[in-house]
């Protein structure tokens, strides 16, 4: 049975930081982009950050460039993402993901994602 399990939200006031981790299981995902997704209260879940296989490239959208910070440890089969300078509009459930298809640049389409975990609350005040 796969798995992705993510950790490391809470409540955090603006301009602080927060690490989230991705701990997957029930297969290996070495050779695929794993992912970062958020969903905020009545929008549509979008795209954060992406890293490759082997850490090669990563991707982030524009909002949180400087800020975020994806990477991945494949001998402990995580994946994090280091937030900083966070800001209300932060705010949402940030879920991880991996990638349907092996050895690819990261993409930023929900569909092109396979396994997704739970999520996790992050929760910014102002």
């Known amino acids: 049975q796969v798995q992705l399990v993510e950790s490391g939200g809470g409540l955090v006031q603006a301009g602080g930081s927060l690490r989230l981790s991705c701990v997957t299981s029930?297969?290996?995902?070495?050779?695929?982009?794993m992912a970062w997704f958020r969903q905020a209260p009545g929008k549509e879940r979008e795209f954060v950050a992406a890293?490759?296989?082997?850490?090669?490239?990563?991707r982030y959208t524009d909002s949180v460039k400087g800020r975020f910070t994806i990477s991945r440890d494949d001998a402990k089969n995580t994946v994090y993402l280091q937030m900083n300078s966070l800001k209300p509009e932060d705010t949402a459930v940030y879920y991880c993901?991996?990638?349907?298809?092996?050895?690819?640049?990261?993409?930023?389409?929900?569909?092109?994602?396979?396994?997704w975990g739970q999520g996790t609350q992050v929760t910014v005040s102002s």
């Open positions: 890293v490759t296989w082997g850490s090669g490239r990563t």
């Open positions: 029930g297969r290996t995902f070495r050779t695929n982009t």
């Open positions: 993901a991996a990638d349907r298809l092996y050895f690819r640049d990261p993409v930023t389409r929900l569909d092109e994602y396979e396994y």
